[in-house]
């Protein structure tokens, strides 16, 4: 199948600080990707759509703000956490939809961010 | 899309098969249903989708009811790697995936 990577697997950061997290197909060209987020134990929420060339989607209660979300390229998509506190430490997992292969999502590793 | 129902959890005998059943009674004409699997401190994997028809792959099988309200995962052989939660999910297309809670499935030796 499909194959969408991440990186990075796990970071640690400061309080306050920003941290960036990549989103990429690897062999497939992605017009759209979602971010998830999940907290230990809980089931995935779905936080943005990501779409090549415009403006990220935002569920509702997501701050667009603190979550920046830029999709420039048609593999590569990145969620940037900013002004990061403890309470945003979770599972971030991002997916993307290979239209050759119908309607079928991927989804990638999981980046692990704990904020300290 | 539909919502789903799914039981909190199930227990399988190692070699026998896991049938892991799914309810999505509002689920519309052209809406599809997609199964994916989460390991511990992994991303969602692929398993199976189907609209109708029963469908099978080389990880499971999925079987439609005629009204199409209901599904069942099967995995024909568990093992011991097949313990996971297992996401059932109904979308039109969007690819905007909705999950519940799922089904945590362990398989005992």
């Known amino acids: 199948g499909a194959v969408v990577s991440q990186h990075p697997s796990r970071v640690i950061c400061k309080s306050g600080t920003s941290v960036k997290i990549e989103c990429r197909s690897l062999?497939?060209?992605?017009?759209?990707m979602f971010w998830y987020r999940q907290f230990p134990k809980q089931s995935l929420m779905l936080m943005a759509t990501?779409?090549?060339?415009?403006?990220?989607?935002?569920e509702q209660g997501v701050e667009k703000d603190k979550f920046l979300i830029n999709h420039a390229s048609l593999t590569l998509s990145t969620l940037t956490v900013t002004s990061a506190h403890p309470e945003d430490s979770s599972f971030y997992i991002c997916?993307?939809?290979?239209?050759?292969?119908?309607?079928?999502?991927?989804f990638g590793e999981g980046s692990w961010l704990t904020v300290v | 899309d539909a919502k789903t129902t799914q039981p909190p959890s199930m227990d399988c005998a190692e070699g026998r098969a896991a049938n892991l059943p799914c309810n999505h009674s509002?689920?519309?004409?052209?809406?599809?249903v997609y199964w994916y699997r989460q390991i511990h401190s992994q991303g969602p994997q692929y398993i199976i989708h189907?609209?109708?028809n029963n469908e099978t792959n080389e990880m499971a099988s999925l079987i439609i009811t005629e009204d199409r309200k209901s599904s069942t995962l099967i995995l024909p052989h568990a093992t011991l790697r097949d313990t996971a939660v297992y996401y059932c999910i109904v979308t039109s297309g969007t690819y905007k995936y909705i999950f519940g809670t799922g089904t945590r499935l362990k398989v005992l030796a």
């Open positions: 997916s993307a939809h290979d239209s050759s292969s119908g309607n079928t999502i991927y």
């Open positions: 062999d497939f060209q992605a017009t759209t």
């Open positions: 509002t689920i519309s004409g052209n809406e599809y």
């Open positions: 189907g609209l109708k």
């Open positions: 990501s779409n090549e060339g415009s403006k990220a989607t935002y």
